[in-house]
């Protein structure tokens, strides 16, 4: 999750890759509703609420380094747009009851034509760690990736010492495949990732025989 991209053209595939149909959230993303998240599409008026809930110290440690600015929220937003418009990736706004502010995002990227393979990420406001958040949303984006946009395979990195990362992906199913040594750049720094994965099959097993799951409409 610390390789999704937050700067327009920055780990993300061109046009030409995309090789994937219109369909009806190419156009626009449908809204994704849990028991107290929903996820929508990001708008250019989250950017002030994005700035301050992922620039934070903690909330950055492990991801690529999101904009620096509010305007460079606005552009990251503009861009998410056309590349979900090209069909080569999706970024959902995460909200919670009583206020519709993004508080977070999900991300899910194609790794080459279609959404065959795929990426994952995941970043919130440290103000919601801990209150179950993740988790609803987490379900609500593991069903659109693997019904809507038919990933086989969804793939995420999470650097070795991000505890918490690692643990919210093991919560949701993700199996630890390998360890990438030094292959992620951070402050001048080269980490360890573990590459973890979730496979269709595993996702419909897990869902088979989990209690029911919030709703997405």
Same mark, same amino acid.
């Given at each position: !999750?610390?390789?999704?991209?937050?700067?327009?053209?920055?780990?993300?595939?061109?046009? %030409? !890759?995309?090789?994937?149909?219109?369909?009806?959230?190419?156009? #626009?993303? &449908?809204?994704?509703?849990?028991?107290?998240?929903?996820?929508?599409?990001?708008? %250019?008026?989250?950017?002030?609420?994005?700035?301050?809930?992922?620039?934070?110290?903690?909330?950055?440690?492990?991801?690529?380094?999101?904009?620096?600015?509010? #305007?460079?929220?606005?552009?990251?937003?503009?861009?998410?747009?056309?590349?979900?418009?090209?069909?080569?990736?999706?970024?959902? #706004?995460?909200?919670?009851?009583?206020?519709?502010?993004?508080? =977070?995002?999900?991300?899910?990227?194609?790794?080459? %034509?279609?959404?065959?393979?795929?990426?994952?990420?995941?970043?919130?406001?440290?103000?919601?760690?801990?209150?179950?958040?993740?988790?609803?949303?987490?379900?609500?984006?593991?069903?659109? %990736?693997?019904?809507?946009?038919?990933?086989?395979?969804?793939?995420?990195?999470?650097?070795?010492?991000?505890?918490? $990362?690692?643990?919210?992906?093991?919560?949701? =199913?993700?199996? &630890?495949?390998?360890?990438?040594?030094?292959?992620?750049?951070?402050? $001048?720094?080269?980490?360890?990732?573990?590459?973890?994965?979730?496979?269709?099959?595993?996702?419909?097993?897990?869902?088979?025989?989990?209690?029911?799951?919030?709703?997405?409409?």
């Amino acid at each position: !999750m610390e390789n999704m991209p937050y700067r327009p053209g920055v780990h993300a595939p061109s046009q %030409a !890759m995309c090789g994937v149909t219109t369909s009806d959230w190419q156009r #626009a993303l &449908p809204v994704l509703r849990g028991r107290t998240v929903a996820l929508r599409e990001l708008r %250019a008026s989250d950017a002030a609420s994005l700035f301050a809930m992922l620039s934070t110290e903690e909330v950055s440690r492990f991801i690529n380094p999101p904009p620096s600015t509010v #305007a460079g929220f606005e552009q990251f937003i503009a861009w998410t747009h056309r590349q979900r418009a090209a069909g080569a990736y999706v970024c959902f #706004a995460v909200t919670v009851a009583g206020l519709d502010e993004a508080i =977070g995002i999900f991300q899910v990227r194609q790794l080459g %034509a279609g959404f065959d393979v795929a990426e994952w990420g995941f970043a919130l406001g440290s103000a919601f760690w801990g209150t179950g958040t993740f988790a609803e949303g987490a379900a609500l984006v593991l069903g659109f %990736a693997f019904e809507t946009l038919h990933v086989r395979r969804l793939e995420a990195r999470a650097a070795v010492l991000n505890g918490r $990362g690692s643990g919210a992906l093991l919560k949701v =199913g993700a199996v &630890p495949e390998a360890t990438l040594r030094q292959s992620f750049l951070r402050r $001048g720094q080269r980490l360890d990732q573990t590459l973890y994965a979730i496979l269709d099959t595993d996702w419909r097993a897990r869902r088979a025989n989990a209690p029911a799951l919030p709703s997405v409409n």
